[in-house]
């Protein structure tokens, strides 16, 4: 059963790569993510911490890693400063559409989206999907061919 549609939201991202490429890249979050990056996110059971300083604090489980077609991240403990809001249990999901060389990632955010906030949100992972991520999809000099 699918939560209420304030309990989740979903983006779209196009990029000039394969889903192989952008696989490879989601599995990387140290390579993208534009905060402090702890442990380790390659594969399934890996857990890591996004910081953005004092702000907002995360931490990760690495839930599914199906090669070039999806990545899903489960929010085991986080907090945020402003509000003391908290996304635990909640659910973010990669999926990765092939479209001849390029792909769609289609992010799915299931659980607590705070009243008022849908734009803020939808807009942040444009934002970081779109830039971070569409910036280390780019670099192929940077990226390991097999994640750690």
């Known amino acids: 059963m699918y939560p209420d549609k304030d309990d989740c939201f979903t983006l779209a991202v196009d990029f000039a790569t394969d889903a192989e490429k952008l696989y490879l890249v989601l599995l990387q979050v140290d ?3 534009p ?5 380790a996110s390659a ?3 890996d857990e890591f911490i996004l910081r953005n300083g004092e702000d907002h604090f995360s931490r990760q489980r690495v839930a599914e890693a199906t090669p070039s077609h999806r990545v899903k991240w489960e929010v085991i403990e986080s907090w945020r400063k402003q509000d003391a809001h908290t996304w635990n249990g909640t659910t973010m999901t990669f999926d990765l559409s092939p479209r001849g060389k390029d792909c769609t990632l289609t992010l ?3 659980g607590r989206v705070p009243k008022g906030e849908l734009d803020r949100c939808i807009q942040g992972w444009t934002t970081l999907l779109s830039e971070c991520v569409g910036a280390a999809a780019c670099s192929r000099a940077d990226m390991r061919q097999e994640p750690r």
């Not at 905060?35 to 442990?39: L, V």
């Open 31 to 33: 390579k993208w993510w």
């Open 35 to 39: 905060g402090q990056f702890e442990g």
């Open 43 to 45: 594969k399934v059971g």
């Open 108 to 110: 799915t955010h299931v």
